[in-house]
């Protein structure tokens, strides 16, 4: 019975991790679109970038908590 229980807690720490799937791909078009504004208008380049920064950075707290709702899953007791 203990193998069962943690063989689906791993398993529901993985699902928790699917998350991030999300958060890769919304930094990665984030980037993208911000280059690509850059480069067709440079001398808003400073304002761009500060606001792809920030972008990212709120698309890559959501990988953060489902990282910490997966560790939370595994060593919860």
Known sequence: ???IVLGLK???AGLAMLGTIG???GVGIAAAGGV???GRNPDA???IQTNM???MAFAEAVAIYALAV???????A
């Open 1 to 3: 019975m203990d193998n």
């Open 10 to 12: 791993y398993l529901s």
């Open 23 to 25: 958060a890769g791909l």
């Open 36 to 38: 690509t504004a850059m």
């Open 45 to 47: 380049a400073n304002i």
């Open 53 to 55: 920064i920030l972008g």
């Open 70 to 76: 997966a560790l939370i899953i595994i060593f919860a």
